[in-house]
């Protein structure tokens, strides 16, 4: 039941996802256009810098740098990296620009290419000239398309939201239907395990009841270890804080396992209660470590008592609701203890 | 050493006075470098490191004369002393991302917009301050059920307690910390085409497996070469596994389903012929990027966190009553009184209303009085967001979040620009905030600090980053060739402003990708009911990030599968954790070093 609720999980989110993505009609038809101004733009760029890249070696006449091939020493200026005046009228004239309608657009977009065709491409090797023709044509073809893109209007929200649900609304909801029942059927295995382990529930509370005994009685006699040295030497500062470091590393582990199974087993509110004293112990235990690199025994010693303390909490808390019916009203549990 | 007989050092004047100074240094230096290059730096791990430098090496050592003699002693820098300064430090430049990512957007809409050019830094730092703390705020309660009883990852904060501990872990664990640091910053070094390192050595940021196997590039099969990503996914191993579904999902689903279906533009749709340059990019990024994953990442990334919150609310009304209990027992609890709680949000509350009124005059006191309120819950669901995708995967949507922040601040301001930035620069700061308070809180946890102790320390400087952080952008705005970033001409191009300032352009024209945040809620919400905590969370952030930072970081967690079924727990917690930690130390470190080596050079 698990794998099939994962499964149909993936699906419905596939589903949903994918359409939930999707573009409404005319958003799309919006991105067809900026995308035919956006190619044709990065054409016509290309082929301006082929065209200007043929003058990297040789000798470089005025028409190039007419044509906008900036020679090597000014591109790093072109492109902003060494810092000049900003012309502040420059970048607020196209912010504050007066709408204009697309064929004004495209007259002007025409308009500002027509200087370079009045001048004389003679002095060109014939290559260049080739390659200045193409770069002429690919600049007149993205005009009238980059005009159309300027002039698009915004579509208001509610207008997206209406037509994508009018266009893909039905097996968006189909996937969101899919993805329930799969989160559903994965809540109903996790919970049928819970179950089958509260068939054997009394074991199980014992399990973790007797591991937070075992690490209780460990961490206090470490505790009362340490507090009967009076002037530790530096090899029990050593010997306890690898003690500490293989309670943290073995000790906690196991009993922090199981956290899935308490809280399905026991519900969350519940499963709070008992892990969060047994988080609290495991700071302590923490802390001590810490205390003991510090050479600090009393905050060591301390906090192994403080640790010792918490994990009792975190007994009792197991002990109260194993014996009290749990959220799936399976057999109480035996009290730990 | 400590004396025996004298308490052990935590929450001391040393601690924060040296966290104040570091994390006041890092928010001015990192706030020109947000502006210049449009990335902060990871604050808690480079906080961590030069904390542990000053307090335990410098100070201890009587090298700084008279600051060591006034706030030093010789049992300084113990663990959870030094984990204070790094709290602190860190704290205090959340500032540096929080402003400077939403603030230059109102100079740079200012410069041709004369209406918006009355705005003062007063109701700003107001903001920021009251941010910062309903940030802190905010975290209190969810400390419990994120770090005890989630246990979330932090892969940062597992780093940042790795090397708080290294001075008593031994030589073999210093030596695999040693080890991770040194591979991932030479591997950061080739990839960050340094200068002075042969052409031949340069390695790219990002390895395109796909398109040298011929795979479209909106197939994207690629792997980032960032051994940071990589210690993320060995610190988060399984657990990290939706996210890496979430990417492969987007990617490899729905992105060539879409073209498949004829979603997508086609090039015959704009008629252009078969083979022309630049399609599949443009399919890539503008289209299903920009358009469709990313906006549908944000909606699912809400939605997944708003189930998150009804499915933990026994778990958050069980840290309420600990906190409650606290308020009782009085000084002697670790944890912070619940009066902190709701004092600090009706105190927080109250300065960003008053914020909102300087900010926007005409704004009417019942617009403000929403504005505010929608800002404080938007603030607290945005930073639980952040914080648990930031737990579950060490990355942050905080841009995504700041915006969604602006935008509901354009939306109930009635499109006043200067209220809605000024209340984002708010949410911006208190979820960055909320990020790093349970990242250092992790980091606490781990080394056994007393989570009430780290919160006091960061209520108690909190506000400090906020002035800093707004009088650097006020300063580099009007330096240079005023004004100083932002704009064609500029000496700093402050992308991540520009790009905000690009976004409200667009609100004020009317448009916003509702289809698509309404659509991904949908999903959040559905997936929050499958029993897997933050599911809905980890596959809304796969979708809103690139691919290639999701594969690397998807490395590491089937690398920590494997190598956890073969070598077992003790292996992985004392030899993968301080090599994986060293990865994400590494890279932070060389980060900083060659962002600063090539400011220096004028880079």
Redesign the interface.
């Known amino acids: 039941m698990k794998y099939a ?1 994962i499964l149909i ?2 699906l ?3 589903v ?9 009609p005319t ?2 038809a919006q ?2 256009a ?3 101004a ?3 733009a ?2 016509a760029d ?1 082929a301006h810098g082929a065209y200007c890249a043929s003058f990297a070696e040789g000798p470089r006449p005025p028409i190039a740098t007419l044509d906008g091939c900036a020679p090597p020493a000014a591109e790093g200026a072109e492109s ?1 990296e060494a ?6 009228e ?3 004239a196209g ?2 620009a007066p709408e204009q309608t697309e064929a004004e657009l495209a007259r002007a977009g025409h308009a500002a290419l027509e200087p370079h065709y009045d001048r004389d491409p003679s002095v060109l090797s014939a290559d260049q000239q080739r390659l200045r023709t193409a770069w002429l044509a690919a600049a007149e073809d993205a005009v009238d398309p980059g005009a159309a893109a300027a002039v698009l209007t ?5 207008q ?2 209406t ?3 009018d266009d893909s609304g039905v097996m ?1 909801f189909v ?2 239907l899919l ?2 029942a ?3 059927l ?2 109903m295995a ?1 919970k049928r395990e819970a179950s089958a382990g509260a068939e054997d529930g009394a074991a199980e509370a014992r399990d973790l009841g007797e591991l937070l005994a075992e690490l209780r009685d460990e961490v206090a006699t470490l505790a009362a270890e340490a507090a009967a040295k009076d002037d530790p030497a530096q090899a029990d500062f050593d010997a306890l ?1 690898t003690k500490v470091h293989d309670l ?3 000790r906690f ?1 196991p009993v ?1 396992d199981s ?1 899935p199974r308490v809280q ?1 087993k026991y ?3 519940p ?3 008992i ?2 004293p047994l ?2 112990a ?18 060591g010693c301390a ?1 192994l008592q403080r640790a010792a303390a918490d994990l009792k909490d975190a007994e009792a808390a197991l002990s109260a609701h194993s014996s009290s019916p749990t959220p799936n009203d399976q057999p109480a549990a035996e009290d730990p203890s | 050493m400590a004396s025996p007989q004298a308490p052990y050092r935590e929450l001391t004047p040393a601690a924060l006075v040296v966290g104040v100074v570091l994390g006041a240094v890092m928010t001015a230096a990192f706030v020109f470098v947000a502006l210049k290059l449009g990335f902060t730096l990871p604050g808690s791990t480079v906080a961590a490191i030069l904390g542990f430098a000053v307090l335990r090496g410098m100070l201890r050592r009587s090298a700084l004369g008279f600051l060591s003699a006034l706030v030093a002693t010789k049992d300084s820098g113990t663990i959870v002393e030094t984990n204070i300064v790094q709290t602190v430090a860190s704290g205090v430049n959340t500032a540096s991302a929080g402003v400077a990512f939403t603030l230059p957007a109102l100079f740079i809409l200012s410069l041709c917009d004369p209406e918006l050019r009355g705005f003062g830094p007063l109701p700003i730092v107001l903001a920021a301050a009251g941010g910062a703390f309903l940030g802190i705020v905010f975290i209190i309660p969810l400390r419990k059920q994120m770090i005890e009883l989630e246990r979330l990852r932090f892969p940062s904060g597992i780093a940042v307690a790795t090397l708080l501990k290294s001075p008593g872990a031994g030589i073999r664990q210093a030596k695999l910390l040693g080890g991770g640091f040194a591979v991932a910053a030479l591997f950061h070094v080739l990839a960050g085409e340094v200068s002075w390192i042969p052409e031949v050595l340069h390695i790219p940021e990002e390895i395109e497996i796909g398109v040298m196997l011929g795979v479209p590039s909106y197939i994207p099969i690629a792997v980032g070469v960032s051994f940071a990503s990589l210690g993320a996914g060995l610190l988060s191993g399984r657990g990290g596994l939706p996210f890496v579904f979430g990417g492969m999902l987007a990617w490899w689903v729905i992105s060539p389903l879409m073209v498949g279906m004829g979603w997508a533009p086609t090039l015959m749709d704009m008629g252009l012929p078969e083979g022309t340059d630049g399609y599949d990019g443009f399919i890539q990024w503008p289209v299903a990027y920009s358009e469709m994953l990313r906006p549908l990442g944000i909606g699912i990334l809400i939605g997944g966190a708003l189930s998150g919150v009804i499915a933990s609310a026994p778990a958050i009304v069980a840290a309420l009553k600990s906190l409650n209990a606290a308020s009782k027992s009085g000084s002697g609890s670790d944890e912070m009184s619940s009066r902190v709680l709701y004092g600090g949000i009706a105190a927080s509350f109250v300065v960003l209303f008053t914020a909102a009124m300087l900010a926007g005059p005409d704004l009417g006191v019942g617009r403000a009085l929403i504005t505010a309120t929608v800002g404080t819950v938007w603030l607290g669901l945005a930073g639980l967001i952040v914080a648990q995708a930031t737990g579950m995967t060490d990355i942050s949507p905080i841009s995504g979040m700041s915006l969604i922040g602006v935008t509901l601040m354009f939306f109930l301001s009635g499109g006043n620009v200067i209220a809605s930035i000024i209340l984002g620069v708010a949410v911006s700061m208190g979820i960055g905030q909320c990020a790093d308070m349970m990242s250092d809180l992790k980091s606490g946890h781990l080394i056994g600090a007393t989570p009430k102790r780290q919160q006091l320390a960061q209520f108690a400087v909190a506000w400090v980053g906020a002035p800093v952080a707004v009088a650097v952008v006020y300063l580099l705005w009007n330096s240079y060739d005023s004004p100083g970033f932002g704009v064609a001409g500029a000496s700093l191009s402050a992308p991540q402003g520009a790009a905000l300032a690009t976004v409200i352009d667009s609100l004020r024209a009317g448009s916003s990708q509702l289809d698509k945040f309404v659509a991904g809620g949908a999903v959040g919400l559905g997936l929050g009911i499958f029993p897997i905590g933050g599911l809905g969370v980890l596959v809304g952030l796969a979708m809103y990030l690139p691919f290639y930072i999701t594969m690397t970081y998807g490395v590491g967690c089937f690398i920590s599968m494997g190598l956890e079924a073969k070598m077992g727990k003790r292996w992985m917690g004392d030899t993968l954790v301080p090599v994986a930690a060293g990865f994400i130390i590494g890279e932070a470190l060389t980060s900083l070093t060659l962002v600063f080596g090539r400011l220096a050079m004028g880079g």
């Open positions: 609720g999980l993936s419905g989110v596939a949903s996802a994918a359409y939930g993505a999707r573009l409404s958003m799309r991105m067809v900026r995308g035919r956006q190619l044709l990065s054409t290309a902003g810092a000049s005046a900003v012309d502040v420059a970048v607020c912010r504050n915004t579509v208001r929200p509610q997206r939201l037509e994508w649900l968006f996937g969101i993805v329930i799969g989160a559903v994965g809540r996790v804080k943290q590393l073995e582990e922090i956290a399905a519900g969350m509110g499963f709070a209660e892990f969060g988080s609290s495991e700071r302590y235990v923490n802390r001590a470590w810490s205390a003991l690199v510090d050479h600090h025994w009393p905050e906090s």
